[in-house]
């Protein structure tokens, strides 16, 4: 098998196998792009599927539509056009400041420059298992665009892709102070290759750097839960408020939270989700993105149920069997665990006094930090392989898949269009239920 996967690449790619994986390891920044960090390195891209490739190319201005259509929802929900809950569900453990800025006029049309899904290639298509509006990656995945293409390979976005879209979300800004706290240092060494690479007008600071320039850019590399944390944000907060620097991500938590996939399937909304999303736009984003539940303990009528899960109160979810339990409960932002695969719980891989605490701890936290339910719909089984330096050989790894668009977007208000940069694959062995980076995963780019 092993001698399959070798000649596969060989003949598909026309190159050595052994000589890229080792060009890709020796090419490797001296300080690493994850601090800490380890992963397998794959001789070639991940190959999509033209068809995928292209419903992920046409995916980003879907996601900003969406964005910008949540950012409307909770305005009118606050302005009393739209039901009060929303507004209040999301802004559940926030303290007072964060909501001002949120609601603020300066940032009222705001939404994230970079958009990143986290899809998860299942045997039905894909499904997308959350937004991410702080995203790391972005460093790293340039950097795979880079390296790789200089083996050989062709990449989804080209080698610069990753590092133009980037570079394009400020504008006419200079210079722009990556902000990077110290909750997020893991990813600081990618975030100072990536400015390395852009020049000396991108430079990487630390939560103490306070010289802004007036009429320079910031992009925030901090959630906003870590802000006690973050002894400049507000004076960053400040100028960008003031219009005397440009801010990127907005200091707004709700796009921060995974509880926007259980309003997009909550029936009561499914009317301004029609008008304001259109017909297309919004079937399109239900056959992505599964059925999520906001975990609220509010008493329901003893007639009533809740849809879906056919149970009248969450504590009953505690008593499904371990069958009935293919559901992922995960705390739904503003949190430490609402990042990474912390504060993630799959129903079926639990046992009963665990699932039961994890439900438990759900209802309890909801005020403060509200989780969210999740049809879990499982990643199906691709092909990969990555190279043993210890034994210089390729090995086959039957693997599941996590796909990262990154997508940028540039330009002013409703001109502002998405652009994708690159994508990035991380598959883990096949008997890893939760896809996340580790040690035993495989990163690489991804190819047509």
């Given at each position: 098998?092993?001698?399959?996967?070798?000649?596969?690449?060989?003949?598909?790619?026309?190159?050595?196998?052994?000589?890229?994986?080792?060009?890709?390891?020796?090419?490797?920044?001296?300080?690493?792009?994850?601090?800490?960090?380890?992963?397998?390195?794959?001789?070639?891209?991940?190959?999509?599927?033209?068809?995928?490739?292209?419903?992920?190319?046409?995916?980003?201005?879907?996601?900003?539509?969406?964005?910008?259509?949540?950012?409307?929802?909770?305005?009118?929900?606050?302005?009393?056009?739209?039901?009060?809950?929303?507004?209040?569900?999301?802004?559940?453990?926030?303290?007072?400041?964060?909501?001002?800025?949120?609601?603020?006029?300066?940032?009222?049309?705001?939404?994230?420059?970079?958009?990143?899904?986290?899809?998860?290639?299942?045997?039905?298509?894909?499904?997308?298992?959350?937004?991410?509006?702080?995203?790391?990656?972005?460093?790293?995945?340039?950097?795979?665009?880079?390296?790789?293409?200089?083996?050989?390979?062709?990449?989804?976005?080209?080698?610069?892709?990753?590092?133009?879209?980037?570079?394009?979300?400020?504008?006419?800004?200079?210079?722009?102070?990556?902000?990077?706290?110290?909750?997020?240092?893991?990813?600081?060494?990618?975030?100072?290759?990536?400015?390395?690479?852009?020049?000396?007008?991108?430079?990487?600071?630390?939560?103490?750097?306070?010289?802004?320039?007036?009429?320079?850019?910031?992009?925030?590399?901090?959630?906003?839960?870590?802000?006690?944390?973050?002894?400049?944000?507000?004076?960053?907060?400040?100028?960008?408020?003031?219009?005397?620097?440009?801010?990127?991500?907005?200091?707004?938590?709700?796009?921060?939270?995974?509880?926007?996939?259980?309003?997009?399937?909550?029936?009561?909304?499914?009317?301004?989700?029609?008008?304001?999303?259109?017909?297309?736009?919004?079937?399109?984003?239900?056959?992505?993105?599964?059925?999520?539940?906001?975990?609220?303990?509010?008493?329901?009528?003893?007639?009533?149920?809740?849809?879906?899960?056919?149970?009248?109160?969450?504590?009953?979810?505690?008593?499904?069997?371990?069958?009935?339990?293919?559901?992922?409960?995960?705390?739904?932002?503003?949190?430490?665990?609402?990042?990474?695969?912390?504060?993630?719980?799959?129903?079926?891989?639990?046992?009963?006094?665990?699932?039961?605490?994890?439900?438990?701890?759900?209802?309890?936290?909801?005020?403060?930090?509200?989780?969210?339910?999740?049809?879990?719909?499982?990643?199906?089984?691709?092909?990969?392989?990555?190279?043993?330096?210890?034994?210089?050989?390729?090995?086959?790894?039957k693997g599941r898949a996590r796909l990262c668009p990154y997508y940028f977007v540039s330009g002013e208000g409703d001109a502002a269009r998405p652009?994708?940069?690159?994508?990035?694959?991380?598959?883990?062995?096949?008997?890893?239920?939760?896809?996340?980076?580790?040690?035993?995963?495989?990163?690489?780019?991804?190819?047509?």
């Amino acid at each position: 098998m092993a001698k399959a996967v070798t000649d596969f690449i060989r003949l598909y790619y026309r190159i050595d196998v052994n000589e890229p994986a080792k060009f890709i390891r020796d090419a490797l920044p001296p300080d690493g792009l994850f601090a800490g960090l380890e992963w397998k390195i794959a001789p070639a891209p991940l190959p999509l599927g033209a068809p995928l490739a292209r419903e992920i190319e046409t995916l980003g201005r879907v996601l900003l539509q969406f964005y910008r259509v949540v950012n409307l929802l909770y305005r009118k929900s606050v302005e009393g056009k739209q039901p009060e809950w929303v507004a209040r569900w999301l802004d559940l453990g926030k303290p007072r400041e964060l909501i001002d800025l949120q609601r603020s006029a300066a940032f009222k049309h705001d939404v994230p420059q970079v958009i990143r899904p986290d899809i998860l290639l299942t045997e039905a298509g894909f499904s997308i298992t959350e937004l991410d509006s702080v995203p790391g990656g972005i460093g790293l995945t340039g950097w795979l665009n880079q390296t790789y293409t200089q083996t050989g390979a062709t990449v989804i976005g080209g080698a610069d892709g990753m590092l133009r879209g980037f570079e394009s979300i400020f504008g006419e800004a200079k210079p722009v102070y990556i902000v990077v706290s110290e909750e997020a240092k893991t990813y600081r060494p990618e975030m100072e290759w990536l400015a390395a690479q852009l020049g000396s007008q991108f430079t990487v600071h630390d939560s103490q750097f306070s010289d802004l320039a007036e009429g320079s850019a910031v992009y925030r590399f901090f959630e906003l839960f870590d802000l006690p944390n973050v002894a400049n944000s507000k004076r960053i907060f400040e100028l960008a408020a003031e219009k005397k620097i440009r801010l990127t991500p907005p200091p707004k938590p709700l796009f921060e939270e995974k509880m926007l996939f259980a309003l997009l399937w909550n029936r009561n909304l499914q009317s301004f989700w029609r008008q304001e999303l259109g017909e297309g736009f919004l079937a399109r984003l239900k056959k992505v993105i599964p059925y999520t539940w906001l975990v609220d303990p509010t008493p329901v009528p003893p007639h009533a149920a809740i849809p879906g899960l056919d149970i009248t109160d969450w504590a009953q979810l505690k008593a499904l069997s371990q069958k009935e339990r293919d559901l992922i409960l995960k705390v739904s932002g503003f949190s430490e665990q609402a990042w990474g695969a912390r504060g993630v719980f799959l129903g079926s891989d639990l046992s009963q006094a665990d699932w039961s605490a994890a439900v438990d701890a759900a209802l309890h936290d909801f005020k403060q930090s509200p989780n969210v339910l999740q049809r879990f719909h499982k990643p199906s089984l691709v092909e990969t392989s990555w190279f043993d330096f210890t034994k210089n050989e390729v090995v086959p790894m039957k693997g599941r898949a996590r796909l990262c668009p990154y997508y940028f977007v540039s330009g002013e208000g409703d001109a502002a269009r998405p652009q994708l940069g690159g994508v990035l694959a991380t598959i883990v062995p096949a008997d890893k239920k939760i896809v996340h980076g580790m040690a035993e995963a495989v990163l690489a780019p991804c190819s047509i």
